[in-house]
């Protein structure tokens, strides 16, 4: 069965940082793009950023643009979400999605495979 499943979420302060990781389980994320999507509580799932399969080209959203950075570790079938800079607006739960496009997205409807979500509160 295919799945995603993300982890590294938690509470973290102001100004502070996260490594959120989004771990593939019965596929291989090479020949996926990769988004994240995070939703905070009474708004819409938002894309974040994304990356291609193959060629690695990434996309960030401007709210987060030089503060995340979204990259894969094929060897260890996972994708990365270094979140620097954290400010209360970036609280929600992040998901992680698979596409098997080549090319990355941050459209939700364009992904296949979803993850539970992982809990990222931004709080002094």
């Known amino acids: 069965q295919l799945h995603v499943v993300e982890s590294g979420g938690g509470l973290v302060q102001p100004g502070g940082s996260l490594r959120l990781s989004c771990a593939a389980s019965?596929?291989?994320?090479?020949?996926?793009?990769i988004g994240w999507f995070r939703q905070a509580p009474g708004k819409e799932r938002e894309g974040v950023s994304c990356?291609?399969?193959?060629?690695?080209?990434?996309y960030n959203e401007d709210l987060v643009k030089g503060r995340f950075t979204i990259s894969r570790d094929n060897a260890k079938n996972t994708v990365y979400l270094q979140m620097n800079s954290l400010e209360p607006a970036d609280t929600a739960v992040y998901y992680c999605?698979?596409?098997?496009?080549?090319?990355?997205?941050?459209?939700?409807?364009?992904?296949?495979?979803w993850g539970q979500g992982t809990q990222v509160t931004v709080s002094s």
């Open positions: 999605a698979a596409d098997s496009a080549n090319s990355c997205s941050i459209y939700s409807h364009e992904y296949d495979y």
């Open positions: 019965g596929f291989t994320l090479d020949y996926y793009a």
């Open positions: 990356i291609s399969s193959f060629d690695g080209d990434t």
